[in-house]
């Protein structure tokens, strides 16, 4: 274990990689930040002036802001699949290292994850989502809220074509009622694709009392 995390070797690429850094040079020269957004909403774009997924209308009305904060490459994309399906330990200390959190620009009563699956507990050490918001509690000093669960296995939507993903996570949580001083919720994952996910997890949010629901994910 201790060998993973101090080997020398980068967790995207297996190239070498310096024993502290978080990736090797070439893959942190080809992690992106993202620097431009949507002049309607603020979405996250790749370019200036790309057409925004979110004024589409993909994505759930009922979120207010979305907060990426890597482009979703291949560096990203490899460092997330080794993280979900392998036991990686080196990975969590990589993440720790990138994670950063956006200037928001409301206060939030409480986080809220996007839940694994309790049977992919078994086979997955750290769900990267979870990482991702214990360090923005922490920082904003606001606690995680457990009131949304999985009630229903799906296969991994990494596994299924783009079409089926909204079915596949169909009545997949549920949201237990919010105290009533909750309003404002940051929901919490670690990658937005087609945004099934996350929709079907907001309208629970919703029913459940959420106000203002506002999205941060590590990558689009
Ligand atoms: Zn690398
Ligand atoms: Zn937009």
Redo the contacts with the bound molecule.
Sequence with gaps: MLNEIFSGKCPACSGAAAINAALCDECMSLLHPFNYF?G????PLLWPGAS?Y??KGKLSKRITNIYALYHYDKVVRNMILQMKFHYHIRLKYTLKQLIFLPNFITKYDGIVTVPSHFLRHFVRFYHPADILAEYAAYKLNIPILHNLKRVRYTKFQSHILRADRKENVKKAFYCKKFKSHIKNILLVDDILTTGATINECVNELYTAGAGRIDVLVFAK
């Design positions: 949507c309607r909403c603020a979405f925004c979110r004024c």
